[in-house]
């Protein structure tokens, strides 16, 4: 009986977290400044400095108390395609956030307008909210068309999560194409709890912890050779400077990969495999804006999912063409490719993907990518999970298949140095570096060898099956296809 | 009774400078552990100040590598192990395992271990060793004296100057 009371609690346990939820009206976080705009007395409730938050509500007391007289109160509405799920009506909020978010951040992707989507639908299939709305704002929502108040035309797009009248036009405009593994969870209820608690939460420890960079477009890179993070740095000695460089030259391919000073050889043995097995997937991820900007696609886990078992989640980097050079105007990070340079080619993939990473990074900077784990690097351009088997039990003919069937293998050597394995360097000898990845560059199975690719550029080591088990301590196969 | 009743009173008082000796112990144990774990050798006459306002000097981080002047340097290793130096002497000390490319000859790849104040010389290119640092993740700093189009390497100014 207990267990049933318990279970009968949860509906209203949830429906308290909604509500929760639903006050605190969540937005997507990179439309969060912008929507505040047309809600002062929102967005004086919303900032974590307390400091601030005071100033803020000193000026806007007006404005509060206007706001409050004029916005409909907030209704919790059932959405009929859905059952089971609630949504959080507020649509004046939601059309401010819908319009801000279309126009001025490129980077609000899909997920913003799929919420604004459901809760315009909301409207049109609840006729007591209809009764709240003026006029004006009725005859948009049935046209399907928001007029901005600056004013600039607002076309309501339905992907994805359409329902009703609004399902036509989902027809019309087919959503983006994305890995079944890596398809954004539709927002509901969980959603906003979720969003609720980071904002509320998360956000301000973050900021506190990790302050964000002075300008996001130049990550800095002050701490890229850090000795246990509390022993002094080498900064390295570079500025940031413009590449003039083409995104793609003949294709991305393996050879374009030449790691810099800073740690990542995960993500460029990553980036390396990815080029090799289907360089379409470099090419889908990083796109041209043409305007000295690019635009990184990227698959990242959750933060309240770290393990990733809710699947992985696209997002949109926008990167500009700055990058550290030395005083020679070559890049300090990640390089054109060695034959690349050679050629006088500036193929910038490698260098963009990078920078998208490190903005994108806890605090922003490169130096938070300096050190990572070769599952999430491989993922994050993928989209799809890794699978970690046991390197001991490795064999060629596995790694042969692997590489047929066009999956990505990256390979970690021990994090400690080996001074007494001949593989690791020795002298003049050796052929791994430790604490380094490679990635599975050919296989020769009529010799019984494979060829690790050293994200270098050079210093690629061929090893038997036997010093395959013995010399890795890590093994990853991404399915890129 | 009267003297335990005093030391209950005192407790919550003295939690927070306890607190505090304990947080600093930490931060003093983790300085001490990274200082422990960091050793350094360098190149007689080598000033940190001064390298760092020298553009030709680099440091590179284990497993990574510098490229300068067209010469690509990857650092392997950084560990304590016995070497034999100019003098033909033994002796142990910090050494550090260099892959060098020679991008205009790229079957110049190789494999070597150096030492602080150790002059290496490959093709046209001439570096010095002035720094090795052993630590969780070992650093190597490098100063470029001698490329395709630079003086010969036998006329390299001293060390860190």
């Known amino acids: ?481 | 009774m009267s003297t335990r009743s005093t030391e209950l009173a005192t407790q919550p008082a003295a939690a927070a400078p306890g607190r505090f000796a304990c947080r600093a112990g930490l931060l003093a144990a983790a300085v001490a552990l990274s200082v422990a774990c960091t050793q350094v050798e360098s190149a007689p006459g080598f000033s940190r100040e001064d390298a760092d306002k020298d553009e030709s000097s680099i440091t590179i981080a284990e497993t990574t590598q510098g490229t300068y002047g067209g010469v690509h340097v990857g650092v392997g290793y950084v560990r304590k192990e016995e070497f034999t130096d100019e003098s033909g002497e033994k002796k142990t000390g910090l050494t550090a395992g260099l892959r060098i490319l020679d991008p205009l000859d790229p079957a110049k790849t190789l494999r070597i271990q150096v030492h602080a104040g150790q002059r290496v010389t490959v093709g046209e290119y001439a570096f010095l060793v002035q720094e090795i640092e052993l630590g969780f993740k070992g650093s190597v700093r490098l100063r470029f004296e001698a490329g395709p189009k630079a003086a010969p390497p036998a006329q390299a100014p001293a060390p860190g100057r």
Not at chain 1, 12 to 28: D, E, N, Q, W
Not at chain 1, 233 to 239: D, F, I, L, R
Not at chain 1, 250 to 263: F, T
Request: aromatic share 6%.
């Open chain 1, 1 to 481: 009986m207990n267990s049933i009371s318990r279970f009968s609690r949860l509906p209203i346990v949830l429906l308290s977290f909604a509500i929760l939820a639903g006050a605190s009206a969540p937005r997507p976080a990179f439309c969060a400044n912008a929507a505040k705009k047309s809600q002062p007395g929102d967005s004086c409730a919303s900032m974590t400095d307390a400091k601030k938050k005071a100033e803020c509500e000193k000026k806007q007391p007006a404005a509060k108390s206007q706001g409050k007289a004029k916005t409909a109160p907030r209704r919790v509405v059932k959405i009929s395609g859905r059952p089971g799920a609630a949504a959080f009506s507020s649509v004046p909020a939601v059309t401010s956030a819908e319009q801000v978010c279309k126009h001025s951040d490129p980077r609000c992707v899909s997920g913003a307008r799929v919420q604004a989507v459901k809760r315009t639908d909301v409207v049109k299939k609840d006729p007591s909210l209809q009764s709240l709305l003026s006029k004006d704002i009725l005859d948009q929502l049935r046209s399907k068309t928001i007029t901005d108040p600056e004013p600039k035309p607002i076309v309501v797009k339905a992907e994805g999560v359409a329902v009703g009248a609004v399902a036509k036009t989902a027809a019309k405009v087919p959503p983006p194409a994305q890995p079944e593994s890596a398809q954004a969870p539709q927002k509901g209820l969980l959603d906003g709890v979720l969003d609720f608690l980071n904002s509320a939460v998360i956000a301000p420890i973050k900021e506190r912890l990790l302050p964000p960079q002075a300008d996001p477009n130049k990550p800095d890179f002050g701490a890229v050779a850090c000795k246990l993070l509390i022993y002094g740095c080498n900064k390295p000695n570079a500025k940031y400077g413009k590449v003039n460089g083409e995104l793609f030259v003949n294709g991305p391919s393996s050879s374009d990969i030449e790691q810099g000073r800073i740690g990542d050889c995960y993500l460029m043995s990553s980036l390396a495999a990815i080029a090799q097995q289907n360089p379409k997937v470099i090419e889908q991820a990083v796109k041209d804006n043409g305007n000295g900007t690019y635009s990184v696609t990227l698959y990242k886990k959750q933060w309240w999912d770290p393990l990733g078992v809710f699947g992985l989640k696209p997002q949109t980097v926008t990167v500009d063409n700055q990058f550290p050079l030395d005083k020679d105007g070559n890049p300090v990070m990640a390089g054109y490719g060695l034959q690349n340079s050679k050629n006088g080619q500036k193929e910038m993939w490698p260098m963009v993907i990078e920078k998208a990473l490190a903005q994108s990074s806890l605090n922003g900077s490169y130096n938070a990518i300096g050190s990572g784990d070769l599952a999430s690097a491989m993922e994050a351009l993928t989209g799809k999970r890794s699978q970690a088997p046991p390197p001991a039990s490795v064999t060629i003919d596995q790694l042969a298949q692997w590489k047929a069937k066009g999956e990505g293998v990256t390979m970690m050597t021990y994090l400690l140095d080996q001074p007494s394995n001949p593989d690791y360097g020795n002298g003049t000898g050796g052929k791994l570096e430790h604490a380094h990845v490679y990635y599975l560059k050919s296989v020769d199975a009529k010799n019984g060898t494979v060829t690790l690719g050293n994200p270098w550029g050079y210093g690629d080591a061929t090893l038997t099956q036997a010093q395959l088990q013995q010399d890795l301590a890590l093994v990853y196969v991404n399915p890129i296809n």
